[in-house]
């Protein structure tokens, strides 16, 4: 991928969760921090130059986490007799900056395991933030400020993703040191994420060396063109028309459709920006059972000698 067109995908990802922490009903709370007893440590290290510990707050109705430090996996896994194989690595959104945990997370991961896919929730490693909710919301501000110039066009504030990469990697790693233990066939493994988490995703599927996923779900991710590899797994893109980072832009997947690879993309009238599973009123709440009929058509869902 041009690295231009991921400063500009990733810069937009960022805008965008920087404005919707400050929309009119986003009002941030300090929340305590949750027990999070089947949370893996992944072991790939800290955050350089990071002077504050992992917090929670409240926000939009749901738990979100920031500053975090040390990475881990969250396995969501299908009820005894009931897996089908299949395996995704959720990632959640936040302009890596906080995750939402819950809403791009677990409560995905939950459905996913409904379905009989094993899932795994990736609490990635973030930028710092300041350790007092007034500095977090004042830095967001600065950054969001600072993300557009006098003629609105996105700067260049690309974060580094050097260890949300590595922990994506680590991840993938573990699902596969332990796929007998966890039901997972590592052919049926793919990967899903929302905003930054699309943003990773995409970062995962074009630059890492070592993971080969068998499918990718961007949801609401950055619609910028990209460059394609000739083996680049299949993909499912969900985005709404009234989202900050779609702006009429049908670039990715029209670089997977020229590459030649299957692409499948739903374009919903509305929903906003970080919807999760959907909101009732709202059309992109039917986003979910298409993903799982794309995995079920495409075979994802079967066992290799059931196809």
């Known amino acids: 991928m041009p690295m231009h067109s991921l400063r500009f995908a990733l810069c937009a ?35 350089e130059n990071q002077p504050a510990s992992e917090t929670w707050f409240w926000q939009w109705g749901q738990p979100m986490a ?10 969501f896994l299908p009820a005894p007799g009931k897996g089908n194989g299949a395996a995704v690595l959720v ?6 900056r906080w995750l939402a945990l819950n809403h791009e997370g677990w409560a995905v991961a939950q459905a996913l395991a409904d379905k009989g896919i ?4 990736l609490k990635y490693r973030l930028q710092p933030t300041p350790e007092s909710l007034d500095g ?23 974060p580094d993703l050097s260890n949300p990469l590595a922990d994506a990697e680590a991840a993938y790693a573990l699902i596969h ?35 080969k996923l ?55 009238q509305n929903g906003g920006h970080g919807f999760g599973l959907g909101y009732p009123g709202k059309t992109a709440q039917g986003w979910f059972p298409l993903f799982v009929n794309w995995l079920d058509v495409n075979g994802w869902l079967k066992a290799p000698a059931a196809r």
């Open 91 to 96: 990632a959640p959104g936040g302009g890596f």
């Open 177 to 211: 040191s332990r796929a007998k233990e966890w039901g997972v066939d590592t052919k049926r493994l793919g990967m899903i994420g929302f905003s930054a988490g699309a943003g990773l995703t995409m970062h995962a599927t074009l630059n890492s060396k070592t993971m």
């Open 118 to 121: 094993a899932a795994f929730v």
């Open 214 to 268: 068998a499918f990718i779900g961007p949801i609401y991710g950055g619609m910028g063109p990209v460059t394609v590899p000739h083996d680049a797994p299949p993909m499912f893109n969900v985005i709404a028309t009234d989202d900050f980072l779609f702006r009429g832009q049908f670039g990715v997947v029209k670089s997977w459709h020229d590459a030649g690879r299957p692409v499948e993309f739903h374009l919903f």
């Open 66 to 75: 920031r500053n975090i430090t040390t990475a881990t996996l969250t396995p």
């Open 136 to 158: 977090f919301k004042d830095a967001m501000n600065r950054t969001f400020a600072a993300a557009g110039s006098s003629s609105g066009t996105p700067r260049p504030l690309m």
């Open 13 to 47: 990802l960022l805008m965008a969760t920087a404005t919707l922490a400050h929309g009119q009903d986003g009002t941030i709370q300090p929340h305590p921090t949750p027990a999070e007893p089947r949370a893996i440590l992944l072991g790939t290290g800290g955050v």
